[in-house]
């Protein structure tokens, strides 16, 4: 994916608004025991770098929370976003409770290779509030964005895909997407898109201030039911989890349709300790091909 | 597989080795005879008793030369794999069935496996003799790498050669290239790709990167300085085992693959391993973790062999350690937030590395140290090498940012190889001018 505009290249902090004034100084003080202010970091001063790139992290995890949790909401496979830039925020570190993070950032479409819409801006922009509640999932989120494709054009490429997923010949016998060499055949795009939307919703709850997560890949389909109102798609995805860096294998079942709010169900696996290992080869970090403990 | 008890008409043969051996004859018959064998399949029997056994060994006598026995029928606790040929197929399943013997289809398609294993063999024929047709745009597995490796030394012996500096633990061997122009031995840059085997873009990188050291001398002034001061070192494929397995069994595995009595899951963190603030923060004890530190410092032949020639060498003035994804350049430490000595000169390093890296495709990466950039991570691999006296000790995290992830296409090698490289250059040339 390669960024289409020149910006120069990104220091330890990045390109962030002016510093706060006073009065937002005495209206910070107030609201939390510790304050982390993440604003302007001009790369001349690298004297804290720590502390800039701690609160870059935060930052970046918080945008996305929500990003992940504006997708699912949008029920849009043919709309997804993902984080193309922190642009500015602020976070508040309540020992007790949690991390409340306020943070705007821009987005790019999921699917580089797909054509722009007339009217479309390249660049959306969100502003959201994340509240990550000690390390507890299902972070709070609230967040808009300058909407992107008018919901009415939105819809109409949904039920697009729709009539495409109708005609896929037999998605059950789906090995895996991407294949190993990153290669996604695009007669299948539209189930990789609908996969990555379920995903959205997991990656969404298990988001905390510390993980972040990626979809890896779809690894089996176990069914996939269109339906004149539903697409009924029950699969499993390996998802990556960056700082443990485990691989994550999850069963998602949801039930959609164009412009009807998407519904999921999943279970991810645990990570085995040493007592459950089965003593098998694969040990750790294989996607089963049947979760046993569904 | 058990071995063959009495009952075998090959002693001293395992039932593995006898198939194996039939297959090969099959494979000198098709291709003496032309025999087909589509449709055919082995067909694997449990008899529960002598009585179903004798039913089998009368089905050699309805059906003359129809069955074959690939083990026969020997004790009810053992298996009968009989071979089928396919126009006998619904007799054969018919009679088992009627007489309520238990099987199941152990080689759907006879054909099919020939010809599987006749292409592998013509592949193994085939493996390139030049590295003129060597594709630097896709991805290979270890054998073309090492075959690869073997045949780019040879051709650019004048300053290549190849070095094997140790065993992985499955007994693989672990080999480095070195690009010297001679002299007595030089300071030294050592760069290597592939600790953590599912980073597929890693060995690419490397291998590309490898043949431009080649091409680029004497034709690029600043690489042809460093070249004619310094030597280089590079290991292509630093996690063989792991490397073959995300070939043979799991594209996303990470560690080493080795085995320790009382464990059950296999493979160690070779990035967590190193003597380095070793078993703290951003390493994990559990076995079955990803970020497994092994049982103490250096204990995975993979590493080990990297500190005893490092050691032994004992002039390496920069160390480049080259991982996917995320797109970052970093230095040390990854153990602690603690900021080394010469932080602000490996910044300012990284920032210009960085601008190089970003005017080729205009890809960014953001910069800083491990712990600050990435996460804390404990007994790495750049930690070490500082703490060894290697100051300018880096770490990379190559494309993507996770939309492809580890599973990045293969169109995006030579672009990602080629942003890198300015980058790794600029690291070079600086540790160049900056002798210490």
């Not at chain 1, 409770?97 to 801006?121: A, H, I």
């Not at chain 2, 098709?30 to 399949?41: E, K, P, S, Y």
């Not at chain 2, 122009?181 to 291998?207: C, F, K, L, M, V």
Request: with cysteine; net charge neutral; proline share 7%.
């Amino acid at each position: 994916m390669q960024p289409r505009r020149p910006p120069p290249p990104i220091p330890g902090s990045g390109p962030w608004g002016p510093r706060p004034v006073a009065p937002l100084i005495a209206l910070l003080l107030l609201l939390a025991p510790v304050v982390a202010a993440a604003e302007s970091e001009s790369a001349e001063h690298p004297g804290q770098p720590q502390d800039a790139g701690l609160q870059r992290r935060l930052l970046q995890q918080a945008a996305r929370a929500a990003l992940h949790f504006f997708n699912f909401r949008a029920g849009s496979p043919s709309a997804l976003r993902v984080l193309a830039q922190v642009q500015k925020g602020r976070a508040w570190i309540n020992p007790k409770e949690g991390y409340k993070v306020d943070v705007v950032f821009s987005t790019e479409r999921y699917n580089p290779e797909s054509l722009l819409q007339e009217g479309e801006e390249h660049l959306g922009k969100c502003s959201a509030r994340v509240f990550f509640k000690n390390q507890k999932p299902r972070p709070a989120v609230n967040v808009t964005c300058t909407r992107f494709i008018e919901k009415k054009k939105r819809q109409q490429e949904d039920y697009l895909l729709y009539k495409q997923m109708k005609q896929l010949k037999n998605p059950l016998e789906i090995v895996s997407i991407p294949d190993n060499h990153g290669h996604i055949d695009p007669s299948l795009r539209p189930i990789w898109d609908l996969a990555f939307l379920g995903s959205s919703y997991v990656m969404w709850e298990m988001t905390t201030q510390f993980s972040r997560y990626y979809l890896v890949q779809l690894t089996s389909v176990r069914q996939w039911k269109t339906n004149d109102d539903t697409i009924d798609f029950d699969y499993t995805v390996l998802l990556h989890e960056l700082s443990t860096q485990e691989i994550i294998p999850c069963r998602i079942h949801l039930v959609w349709y164009p412009g009807k709010p998407l519904k999921v169900k999943y279970h991810c696996q645990e990570l085995q300790t040493p007592e459950e290992a089965s003593g098998t080869e694969e040990g750790s970090a294989v996607a089963p091909t049947e979760l046993s403990n569904f | 597989m058990q071995g063959i008890p009495g009952g075998g008409t090959r002693p001293g043969l395992s039932p593995m080795d006898r198939q194996m051996l039939l297959i090969f004859s099959f494979i000198l018959a098709v291709a003496l005879g032309q025999m087909n064998f589509t449709g055919d399949q082995v067909l694997r029997v449990l008899a529960r008793d002598e009585k179903q056994l004798s039913l089998l060994r009368d089905l050699e006598v309805l059906k003359p030369q129809k069955v074959d026995f690939w083990r026969g029928p020997a004790r009810p606790s053992l298996p009968v794999d009989m071979r089928v040929p396919f126009s006998e197929l619904k007799d054969i399943k018919a009679y088992l069935e009627s007489h309520g013997l238990t099987y199941s289809i152990m080689i759907k398609d006879i054909q099919v496996l020939l010809d599987e294993e006749r292409e592998a063999m013509a592949k193994s024929r085939r493996l390139e003799r030049s590295t003129s047709s060597f594709s630097y745009s896709a991805y290979h597995n270890l054998e073309e790498i090492y075959s690869w490796i073997d045949n780019f030394a040879m051709e650019h012996s004048d300053i290549v050669s190849k070095i094997h500096i140790g065993n992985s633990f499955e007994n693989r061997p672990i080999l480095v290239l070195k690009f010297s122009t001679g002299g007595s031995r030089h300071p030294a840059i050592w760069i290597d790709t592939g600790i953590h085997s599912r980073e597929w873009i890693t060995h690419a990188t490397g291998i590309w990167t490898a043949n431009k050291i080649v091409s680029d001398y004497g034709k690029d002034p600043i690489l042809t300085d460093i070249l004619k001061a310094m030597d280089i070192f590079i290991e292509l494929v630093t996690n063989p085992d792991g490397f073959a397995f995300t070939h043979s069994m799991n594209r996303l595995w990470r560690k080493n693959k080795s085995i320790r009595p009382g464990t059950f899951c296999i493979g160690v963190d070779l990035n967590r391993n190193w003597k380095s603030g070793f078993g703290g923060n951003g390493s994990n004890s559990n076995p079955c973790s990803e970020t497994y530190h092994g049982p103490f410092p250096q204990s995975e032949p993979e590493v080990a062999a990297i500190v005893k020639f490092i050691t032994a060498h004992g002039d390496f003035k920069a160390l480049i350690s080259i991982h996917s994804y995320s797109q970052m350049l970093m230095y040390p430490y990854g153990r602690s937030l603690e900021p080394v000595s010469n932080q602000r000169e490996l910044y300012n390093l990284a920032k210009d590395a960085v601008k190089a890296l970003y005017e080729v495709h205009g890809t960014e990466y953001i910069f800083g140290s491990i712990s600050t950039t990435l996460y804390v991570a404990s007994g790495i691999t750049v930690d070490w090498a500082y703490d060894s006296g290697i100051k300018y000790a880096f770490s990379f995290e190559l494309r993507d940012t996770g939309h492809y992830g580890f599973l990045l296409p293969a169109t995006q090698i030579i672009p990602t190889a080629e942003e890198t490289w300015m980058a790794i250059r600029t690291v070079m040339e600086h540790t160049l001018t900056h002798a210490y």
